[in-house]
C-alpha cells in the first residue's frame, strides 16, 4: 500500500504564500511522475503541475505559470508546490498523486495511481 500525505495547507491572505509537501511512503514503487491537482467548492477537480520524478522536468497548468512552482526531494521520497501570489481564486481542496507511468499526459487525473486525502488552502480578499 502506497500512502500519501499533505501538509502544509492554510488561511493565508491575498499575495502571501504557502508550500504544500506530499511526502509517499509505504510499498516501494517504480515512480514516474508526481502531481497536484486540486477542487474547488462546486467545481472540478483541476490540474495543477507534475514532476518527472527521475528527470524533475516540470508542467504546470497555463493559468498558473510563474505563481506556483513545484519540486521533488528523492531522498526524502517529497514532492512540494510552492505557491506564491496567491489569490482567492486559488482557494480550493489540493490533492498530490502519483503515477507508475505517465502515458501521454502529465495533466489527466487518470495517469495518476495513488492519491493523498488533500489539504485545504484558503485565501483570504
Known amino acids: 500500500q502506497v500512502q500519501l500525505v499533505e501538509s502544509g495547507g492554510g488561511l493565508v491572505q491575498a499575495g502571501g504564500s504557502l508550500r504544500l509537501s506530499c511526502a509517499a511512503s509505504g510499498r516501494t514503487f517504480s515512480r514516474h511522475a508526481m502531481g497536484w491537482f486540486r477542487q474547488a467548492p462546486g467545481k472540478e477537480r483541476e490540474f495543477v503541475a507534475a514532476?518527472?520524478?527521475?528527470?524533475?522536468?516540470?508542467y504546470y497548468a497555463d493559468s498558473l505559470k510563474g505563481r506556483f512552482t513545484i519540486s521533488r526531494d528523492n531522498a526524502r521520497n517529497t514532492v512540494y508546490l510552492q505557491m506564491n501570489s496567491l489569490k482567492p481564486e486559488d482557494t480550493a481542496v489540493y490533492y498530490c498523486a502519483a503515477s507508475r507511468v505517465i502515458r501521454s499526459d502529465y495533466g489527466r487525473q487518470y495517469e495518476y495511481d495513488y492519491w493523498g486525502q488533500g489539504t485545504q488552502v484558503t485565501v483570504s480578499s
Open positions: 514532476i518527472n520524478w527521475s528527470s524533475g522536468n516540470a
